[in-house]
């Protein structure tokens, strides 16, 4: 089983001293290739940095989290022109509109959005991106640049059915993190995930963040790893009533194409 980790935060703090065996436990669980999440102006330098360390196994995506939108400026913006031209970049974003934690203004975030559209428009690359609690702005201002890039993910999607069938009739792509494994406030996706068609579903752990509540037991550190993305292609795999290899091959061969990531050779 080989499987592809669309959304790895492998720059956050917690992986500096044990990033070597973090990938090489990934490996020995199936996890051959992970995009790196580039979601500020140095972790965007940073995840470029990683996926020349590991040519073939690590990517990278280069952009600015809603979160940290005020952080936005011209010489960031500069940045991200700079390292989108690099062969292990391979979308912009993480990028989008975050109206649940509000950690930048809702102006500032609409801008910054509209600012990173524009960089996937004129550089042809596939957009990495986040909404929570605002899916309404984030797509009209999608749809205005949605036929001038070659693809689109809905990281971490975690919305509506209505939200779903918009962002598929945008012809999106639809990533999903371990928030399916939480039986608490997962119920909703797990119907969900069955009318994704699998052409438009990708898996991602969003380490180290949401660690999979299925993992038994739960590592006392709480820190998630690309290596537990089997449970959420499990998960996913019982929920679409198909087996885990059928929903491992099909993601995989989808994040592939949407990424133009390398086939891997069988070591
Ligand atoms: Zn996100």
Redesign the pocket.
């Known amino acids: 089983m080989e499987l592809v980790d669309i959304g790895a935060n492998l720059t956050h703090e917690s992986f500096r001293h044990d990033l070597d065996a973090v990938l090489e436990r990934a490996r020995a669980h199936g996890v051959v290739q992970m995009v790196v999440t580039g979601a500020s102006r140095d972790g965007s330098e940073h995840a470029l940095a990683l996926a020349r360390a590991h040519p073939g196994v690590l990517y990278a995506t280069a952009g600015v ?1 809603p979160h940290h939108a005020t952080d936005y400026d011209a010489d960031t913006d500069a940045l991200l022109r700079k390292l989108i031209v690099h062969d292990e970049v391979k979308a912009v974003g ?1 990028t989008g509109l975050d109206y649940f934690r509000n950690y930048s203004p809702r102006e500032v975030q609409l801008r910054v959005f509209e600012q990173q559209l524009a960089i996937a428009v004129e550089h042809g690359k596939p957009l990495f991106l ?1 909404q929570r609690d605002a899916h309404a702005d984030f797509l009209a201002l999608l749809r205005e640049a949605r036929d001038r890039v070659p693809a689109a993910v809905v ?2 999607f975690t919305d509506s059915r209505e939200a779903l069938y918009a962002y598929l009739d945008l012809d999106c792509h639809i990533g999903i993190t371990g928030w399916i494994c939480d039986e608490r406030r997962g119920t909703h996706l797990r119907e969900l995930v069955r009318e994704i068609p699998a052409h438009r579903l990708m898996l991602e752990t ?1 380490a180290p963040y949401l660690l999979p509540r299925t993992v038994r037991p739960q590592p006392a550190h709480r820190r998630n790893e690309p290596m537990y993305l089997a449970h959420i292609c499990e998960e996913v795999a019982r929920d679409r009533g198909e087996d885990a290899q059928t929903t491992a091959a099909a993601s995989t061969a989808t994040a592939r194409a949407f990424f133009d990531l390398a086939a891997t050779i069988r070591g």
């Open positions: 989290h993480e986040h990281h971490c969003d």
